[in-house]
């Protein structure tokens, strides 16, 4: 299917138009019925002869329902601009291809409608058709002429839309799902049901998305779809799409809210944005209404130049860079200005002259971002953090760019300066404390970040491990250290080989409390012995050699299974005070297993 969304000044032909291709009333309120007025949006569908689905959007034409009408246009991947032969050009044909040009919809065509009522009128249209279309995204749409009463070039109408849609590019299926909510209802027996215009990304039954709105941010899942009103399992876009959710009530959603691939899109309140048409962002308007897609949503714009700008949205919404979004004062009827997304994590901006440093900044941005730019700005990203933005990472990277271990990607100079200060951490930190068997990832991380607080705080494991690996240090144990470091134990050493000769002869005689303090072997003494393989500590105090578990196994492993802690006291020729925690330890190994308060048995 292909979706198509009508546009036109207000009684120009656009629910009569609809009416003839597709042999559907899309005006669906009683009052717009009545008065012949198109209110709120209109659905309605039709096979082309191709064999293509066409479905249309029709909207609103009447200057006091915009927002309905931007609402319509905003997912449409195609647009009809209509105008009336008798009345020709006019005020909301203006605002509608404005609106049109910011959106950045650049597939459609103009039907000039009418014909049979004003035939003279017909040339002197297309000329003020050609006339105001110049410079905007519809610049070269085919123009025709019809008459949807006599049906006077309705043939050809079908068969250029069938010819539109043939040249549309294939919308991405594979992409992320964002669908923006047009309507919400409740079906008896079904329950809450939502519609939109799926352009991008899959939806099937059973799928969990995100529901971000107006008043709610929750999970759901779908419980069935339907599209042109039939039953089915998989939607692919673009198509007009039914979607029944479960766990959530429609009095909760609202035009505007968007179903979401769940972790897939930044909820973003600020956005920096560049201009690409209209009045110019400096002009002194700061308040102004946000469209995008079905939301409307109240902004406050800080000006850096007559071009770029920030936004500060009142709520949050799910955007990334390249979104079209349009401007318009709530007191006014027409379009403001059209913006193109730049960032929708921008920096803060709190020194003086930020704003003006800023614009520079954005100025040679390109609208598909700029990857050298937001790694540069952060030290180091993650690689999907980027994608989530909306930027397409290539794999052939700026030479400023390093693609580290764990998809970080790092700007060089910085991973230079980090490389530097990581080996000057390490050397240090050892000379101060020579009985360490290393520095903790975790602490390195920290004093990192102490010395240069653009390091990621979080995740970032991987990061500290790729940082100490260029700096010629090793990981062993979460202890980062330079290779072949092995703590000097000074006066310690001939305690901990007095400790290792005694337990060579009897590897069950773990030595006494009392032994330990004679031998002048504190809890720090022993806890280096243990990070450089010497010794290994049991629970309660008992220390043994590293080498003393598996001794204990072959032991074990003679015995009658199951077997109690006596008997294996008896077979290893100790105590209970080493015995116990040395089984509990073979349990934690999963080489023993307990089979209840008094025996064991050996895993085999």
């Known amino acids: ?62 200057e006091k329902f915009l927002a309905n009408m931007l609402a319509g246009v905003g997912p449409a991947p195609i647009v009809c ?17 404005d609106a049109i040009t910011a959106l ?56 250029t839309l069938d010819q539109v849609t043939a040249d549309a590019p294939a919308p991405d299926a594979d992409a992320r799902l964002r669908l923006w909510v047009d309507r919400a209802f409740t079906i008896k027996g079904a329950g809450t ?13 059973g799928d969990r998305l995100r529901l971000v709105g107006e008043t709610s941010d929750e999970a759901t899942a779908v419980r069935g779809l339907q599209s042109r009103n039939s039953s089915a399992e998989v939607v692919v876009p673009s198509a007009r799409v039914a979607v ?112 003006t440093r ?46 580290a271990s764990g998809g970080w990607l790092v700007h060089r100079p910085t991973l230079e300066n980090w490389v530097e200060a990581a080996a000057s951490i390490v050397k240090a930190k050892l000379a101060a404390e020579p009985l360490a068997a290393g520095v903790p990832e975790k602490a390195l991380a920290e004093e990192l970040r102490r010395l240069d ?10 990061l500290v491990a790729a940082i100490a690996s260029r700096a010629g240090l090793e990981t062993v144990k979460g202890m980062v250290r330079p290779p072949g470091h092995s703590a000097d134990l000074g006066p310690a050493e001939a305690g901990v080989a007095e400790v290792e000769r005694r337990l060579a002869a009897n590897p069950f005689a773990a030595p006494e409390a009392d032994d330990l303090r004679e031998l002048r072997l504190g809890v720090r003494e022993l806890a280096v012995a243990e990070s450089a393989g010497r010794l290994l500590r049991l629970g309660d105090g008992v220390v043994v050699s590293p080498r003393t578990p598996a001794q204990a196994m072959r032991l074990l492993a003679r015995l009658d299974q199951p ?39 050996v895993v085999r």
């Open 1 to 62: 299917m292909y979706v198509l969304a009508t546009a036109g000044h207000v009684d120009h032909g656009k629910s009569t138009l609809v009416g003839a291709l597709t042999g559907m009333e899309p005006d669906r309120w009683a009052e717009e019925k009545k008065r012949g007025l198109t209110i709120d949006l209109g659905f309605a569908w039709t096979t082309l002869p191709s064999g293509r689905e066409l479905a249309f959007v029709d909207v609103p034409g009447h």
């Open 81 to 97: 601009l209509v105008v009336a032969a008798d009345k020709g050009w006019q005020a909301q044909s203006s605002d509608h291809r």
């Open 104 to 159: 950045g919809i650049t597939r459609g065509l103009v039907v000039i409608t009418r014909a049979d009522i004003a035939p003279d009128s017909v040339a002197a249209t297309k000329a003020q058709v050609s006339a105001e279309l110049r410079g905007t995204t519809l610049a070269d749409a085919p123009v025709l002429t019809v008459s949807a009463t006599n049906g006077d070039g309705i043939d050809a109408l079908i068969a």
């Open 193 to 205: 049901v939502v519609t939109g215009t799926l352009t991008a990304g899959t939806l099937r039954t």
């Open 244 to 355: 029944n959710l479960r766990d959530v009530a429609a009095d909760d959603i609202h035009r505007g809210d968007a179903l979401i691939s769940d972790d897939a899109w930044p909820i973003v309140e600020v956005i920096d944005v560049r201009r690409t048409m209209g009045q110019l962002l400096d002009e002194g308007v700061h308040g102004l209404m946000l469209h995008i897609g079905t939301a409307a949503v109240p902004v406050h714009m800080r000006p850096f130049d007559g071009d770029h700008a920030r936004l500060t949205l009142e709520r949050p919404l799910p955007l990334q860079v390249t979104d079209r979004i349009v401007l318009r004062s709530p007191g006014s009827r027409n379009v403001f200005a059209g913006v193109v997304v730049l960032d929708v994590d921008p920096p803060e901006l709190s020194r003086r002259g930020a704003g």
């Open 358 to 403: 800023r614009a520079r900044e954005l100025e040679g941005r390109p609208e598909t971002g700029d990857i050298l730019a937001e790694v540069a700005r952060r030290g180091a990203v993650e690689r999907a953090r980027l994608v989530r933005f909306g930027l397409s990472v290539p794999e052939d990277l700026s030479d400023a760019v390093v693609n």
């Open 453 to 462: 607080p653009s390091l990621p705080g979080d995740h970032n494991r991987e």
């Open 563 to 601: 077997f109690t802690t006596s008997a294996a006291r008896q077979a290893l020729g100790t105590t209970r005070r080493v015995v116990i925690p040395l089984l509990v330890y073979l349990d934690g190994r999963g080489w023993t297993r307990r089979i209840d308060n008094t025996s064991r048995e």
